[in-house]
């Protein structure tokens, strides 16, 4: 059976998008991962990958053209299968010529209404058609990022039987980078919920159905087929689902009420699950951040332990506890299980393949930070501006690569790639795992604006408020543990770079100057490099460098 592609919303504020280029032409044969197109958002052009196998039948967008999100972007079946149904159930989205295939198919006769946004509903064994009821809109599992490939729902904002006007925020979902808000594209009841809270499920899984009060959907649910599975799979576990989740007309109330029950307690309930995530409103995030507040002290009295305003206005520093380890009686095992977020599954693959993929080696080093201490100190006493040794850093690594982009590079199968950009990846630590954020064209910019980035980026990390932009594009990066009181450790290369620093702490050491051992102040850092890109000789004149900069850093300001 034909499979409906839509325009995928590849970035969490991605309204429409235009196609930049079609890598595959109508009657190519299509294998699952094949870059379909080049996709062009309101942040960046990206690769929109293939999750179907079979023949590309039809493309609705032209490149150059542009169409809001889930609009009728390709067809994807059976070669030689009759698609009419699906072009006229979505006459204002699909282009209705096909050159080279609308003239050797057949007109069906009975065509279906078909989904107006673009998602369509399983054909049964006997291929028996269920139609969408007028105003019912299908809501799939949305592609928030260009990697994603399965996302979880964090929290839902709506529940069946609610009202739901477009632009409503219907759920947080967690993808392998972040935390994001999704909204309603439509108006209408909320009439299904796919998944519950804490479910993962494939992108273009059933998320939820809205459409007229009153409207019963279970057919609708029993029949819709999930990509990458059979009709028969996806029957069985949409049978399975209906039971426990769909409750049309009467059900309704009945829902409510399950969801009610949990409000019996009468402390305000934890705002965080399991693997740490916390559940908290936008403008309660918004004035946690503006007061300063930690939000992992603050108890939530929302649903579920949702934090909202009030709890933000009555916060007090006297409402914070203690987190103390758990009571295990002596002489007994114990142990707990937290369920693998998006993000520590990504953390996992991507370093197991820089890892495995990428020969390390290490190159050690110890600089001299009495200057760069005077310096900071000096700098600092300029009225209204602050600037932290990591902003140094961030700023010398920029000067250098500038000077060496072998270390500045990528690789590629067939070539290697030597940047004569400098975008600087910043680790940061975020409690689900790591987030690198990219301060761009860091050699162009002063310290106080690398050093505001870094705070800017650093806030929205661990508020997962970080764009897909915000984190593309590095050519090294940085990570830097010495605030933590770590001397020296080695770190894995954040593909597709060639090189990593390793920033430790400044330590106060007795140190050999001219002959005599005196007070000194040192910090070790160690390059990470990829031997395909960077030899060793030249990852130790980088570091040549980098130490003129450190170490006499008035010399950046040059």
């Not at 309704?252 to 934890?270: D, G, N, S, W």
Request: proline share 4%; net charge negative; charged share 25%.
């Amino acid at each position: 059976m034909a499979e409906v592609i839509n325009m995928p919303r590849l970035s969490d504020t991605m309204e429409e998008g235009t196609v930049a280029a079609w890598l595959k032409q109508v009657g190519d044969k299509i294998e699952e991962g094949d870059i379909l197109a080049e996709i062009e958002t309101d942040k960046a052009t990206m690769e929109f990958e293939s999750f179907n196998e079979g023949t590309l039948l039809h493309i609705g967008i032209g490149e150059g053209e542009t169409a809001k999100v889930d609009t009728l972007l390709a067809i994807i079946g059976e070669e030689g299968e009759d698609i009419s149904q699906y072009l006229n159930g979505n006459s204002s989205e699909a282009k209705a010529q096909d050159n080279d295939q609308s003239s050797s198919q057949e007109k069906t006769e009975e065509p279906s209404e078909g989904d107006t946004n673009g998602v369509s509903a399983s054909s049964s064994e006997e291929n028996d058609t269920e139609e969408l009821p007028e105003g019912v809109i299908v809501v799939a599992m949305p592609r928030l990022s260009d990697t994603m490939e399965e996302g979880t729902v964090a929290t839902w904002l709506k529940k069946i039987g609610d009202h739901v006007d477009e632009g409503d925020i219907l759920a947080e979902i967690e993808t392998d980078k972040a935390t994001m808000e999704f909204e309603s594209f439509q108006s209408g009841t909320l009439l299904y919920i796919g998944l519950d809270e804490g479910d993962t499920a494939k992108v273009d899984s059933l998320l939820a159905i809205i459409g007229p009060e009153g409207t019963d959907v279970s057919g609708i649910a029993k029949n819709f087929k999930e990509e990458g599975d059979s009709p028969k799979e996806s029957t069985e576990s949409a049978t399975k689902e209906e039971t426990k989740k769909e409750a049309p007309k009467s059900a309704v109330a009945q829902e409510e009420t399950k969801k009610e029950i949990p409000k019996k307690e009468t402390k305000p309930t934890t705002s965080s699950d399991s693997s740490g995530r916390i559940f908290v409103s936008p403008l309660a995030k918004k004035m946690a951040e503006e007061k300063g507040i930690n939000l992992s002290q603050v108890s939530g009295s929302g649903d579920n332990g949702r934090i909202v305003k009030r709890d933000i206005e009555n916060y007090t520093p006297a409402q914070a506890t203690a987190q103390v380890g758990k009571f295990v009686p002596s002489g007994q095992e114990d142990f707990d299980e937290v369920p693998n977020s998006n993000m520590r599954k990504a953390i996992a693959k991507n370093l197991a393949k820089s890892k495995f993929t990428a020969p390390h080696y290490y190159l050690n080093v110890e600089f001299d930070m009495d200057n760069a201490m005077a310096f900071r100190i000096q700098y600092n006493s300029i009225p209204d501006t602050k600037i932290s040794f990591n902003d140094m850093i961030v700023k010398a690594c920029a000067l250098a690569l500038k000077q060496h982009p072998q270390v500045n590079s990528q690789w590629f199968d067939d070539r290697m790639q030597l940047n004569n950009h400098v975008h600087i990846g910043v680790a940061v630590a975020v409690p689900d795992g790591l987030l690198v954020p990219v301060v761009k064209f860091a050699n162009e910019q002063s310290l106080p604006q690398i050093g505001a980035a870094v705070k800017e980026y650093a806030s929205k990390a661990r508020n997962k408020k970080l764009s897909l932009d915000e984190m593309e594009g590095s050519t090294f990066t940085i990570s830097n543990l010495g605030m933590f009181g770590i001397e020296s450790f080695t770190s894995i290369i954040n593909q597709p770079n060639s090189a990593i620093l390793s920033v430790g702490a400044i330590v106060a050491k007795p140190v050999v100057k001219n002959g005599q051992v005196v007070a000194g102040n040192t910090m070790k850092l160690t390059l990470a490099c990829d031997h395909r890109t960077v030899d060793g000789a030249t990852g130790s004149l980088f570091l040549q460098t980098l130490k003129g900069y450190i170490e006499n850093p008035v010399t950046m300001l040059v």
